[in-house]
Each structure stands twice: as structure tokens, then as C-alpha cells.
């Protein structure tokens, strides 16, 4: 029992090697910049020599290899990737690099090797990427700490998954309430595009102001921090310093490196903002009509789906098919969450499915209570 184990515990190591290979390599092939392609290049022969280590122990072991497939999962990444950039799917590689590097260190056969140790280095490396600009890290220590731009794949992922979700669960229960109330094919339509509507709107207005919110809060500390660098350059010099000196930069050097980025009042204002305060002065948290019109879309993609059957169909035919496309829908976004999350697919696909017609079964019935039974 101990044996077959060991040997699985092996396999599923080795497959998170091979899927990290492939996932390092996509990026690397889609990423523009040439040193960060380069970068993860070299990620992936660390995962492949990671990769050979457990393919000896489960060799050793008595098991057998399999062939070198890459699961969903790092699929899908790498079309996110090749298809957005790289920087689209980095916050979620980071997590998953996060679970190897937690995993290796409590396991005995990779406890005292150098496993651990470059899984580590892997998340200083990606962290690094993230939080440097979209022209990369080239240009030695100056450009790797000057820069600080906040990666939003994370975010943009699960918006447009959660946005979709809504707009499909609020209007699948809305139509499946009107439909249990027995009402005719005609008004079924009619409310289901006034449901779509106003929730994509209510979404869109939402997000743009949550965004333009948040640009003109960063506008007004942006803003301070120019009053007090005006006024007080040498506190701002040292505060600089001390942050560099506390990303690891020997003292002098972080001296040196504040010193010099101060002489220029935008650059210093600039590297201020991404340093002290966390925020990218050339994006400002992105654009509110972008955002709008994404939340909108999204949005709208997702109440269109169980509203779609009575277009073509009444009655029952029409119910059913709705509730089928909807459940179909709510299992691949809950697919995709996995994505972000690590969790099997069956079982969050199953879990997102039972919510969103847990919610649909209970405006029906309570649109059946209030209504008359259905005729079709």
C-alpha cells in the first residue's frame, strides 16, 4: 500500500513538471519581449530537469512513466497566453508555482535537494516580472526596480468569467420566474432582453464608476506626492531608498539607486507613484469606458444563453432547452474557474451548475405559486 503511494505521489509531481514545461514554453514563444522570452525559456529546462528527477524515482520505484502530456489546465493557460500575453495568465502560474514550492518542502525525496530552492527562485522571478514594466527587465538592476506595473490577468480572467456568470444566473432566473408563472412565449422574450439589458447596464455602470473612481483617486495621490517631492526631495530620496533596501538592495546601493532616480522630477515622480504608493501612472487602473464596455458585453454573452431557445421555441420544449443550454454554460464557467482556483474541473463545473439552477428551480417555483400551470 506504502508502494503504490510513493509511486503516485511521484506521478502527480512529475505531472505538474511536464505541465509547467509546457506552460513556460508557450509563454516563452508568445511573449514579445526578447530577454523575458528568454527568461522563460529557462524556467522550462528547470521544470524539465525536475521533470527527469521524478521519472528516475518513479522509475526506481517500480512504475512506469507515462508519455510527456500536458493536462487541461496549462492547455488553456497557454492559448490565454498566446492569445492575450503572457502577462494575462502570470498571476495564476504564480499560484501554481506557489503549491509546488509548498509541496516540495514537506516531501522527503525533494526535502534536501534543490527543488525547493528553485521553485523559490521561480516566484522571486515571476514576481519580478509582474511587477516590472511591459518593455521587461532588461537594463540590468535599474530597470528591474524602476518599474512596478500591476499585472490584471488575474483580474480581467475572473471578471469576464463572473461577469458572464451573472448575467446568465440572474436572467435564467428571471425567465425560469416568468416561465413558472405560465405567461406567454411574447412576454417570456420581452422580459428576458429587459433583464438583459438592464443588468448589462447596471453592470456597465457599475464598473465605470468603480474604475473612474479609482482613477481620480489615484490622480489626487499622485498629485500629493508631486507637492511633497516639491517640497521636500530629500525625505522622498530617503524613502525611496529604504524601499529599495527593503526589496533586498544592499544599503549603498539602494542610496545610490534613490539618489540617481531623484535628479529627474518626472522619473522620480513616476517611480515614486510605483513604489510608495503601488500605482502605474501611465494606466491609472485602466480605462472606465474600456471596463464598462467589457462588463456590458460580458454581461449581456451570458443572459443571452438561456434566453436563446425562446427565440425558436414555447412551452415546455422551450423550458427545457433553456435550462439544458443554461447548465451546459454554467458548467464550462465553472470549468474556468479552475483556472484561477487549481480545484478539478468536474467538480467545480458540477458545483457552479447545482448553484445557478438551484437558483433558477426556485424562482420557478415560486413563480408557479403565483402563477397557473404552464400550458404548452
Known sequence: MEFSRDVK????????????IYLYTSLSRSEKNVDLAKVYAKLAVVEDRHAKFWEQKITEAGG????RHPRLRPRVLGFFGRRFGARFVLPTVMGLENADNASYGKQPESKHTSLPGDERSHMRMLKAISQNSPKGMAGGVLAKLEGRHRSIGGNALRAAVLGANDGLVS???????????????????VAGFAGLLAGAFSMAMGEWLSVQSSRELYTRQIQVEAQELAEAPQEEQE???????????????????AELLIKDEKN????????????????????AWEAALMSFLLFSLGALIPLFPFLFFTGTRAIVLSAGSSAIALFLIGALITLLTGRNILFSGFRQMAIGLGAASLTYTIGRLVGVPIAG
Not at 525611496?240 to 539602494?254: D, F, M, S
Open 268 to 287: 522620480a515622480l513616476n517611480t515614486l507613484a510605483r513604489e510608495e504608493l503601488g500605482i502605474d501612472p501611465d494606466e491609472l487602473g485602466g480605462s
Open 171 to 189: 436572467n435564467l432566473s428571471l425567465i425560469m420566474g416568468i416561465a413558472g408563472a405560465a405567461l406567454s412565449g411574447q412576454t417570456i422574450l
Open 9 to 20: 505521489r511521484y506521478l502527480e509531481n512529475w505531472r505538474g513538471e511536464i505541465d509547467s
Open 64 to 67: 512506469k512513466v507515462p508519455a
Open 239 to 257: 524613502e525611496l531608498a529604504l524601499i529599495y533596501e527593503a526589496k533586498g538592495l544592499p544599503k549603498k546601493e539602494a542610496e545610490k539607486l
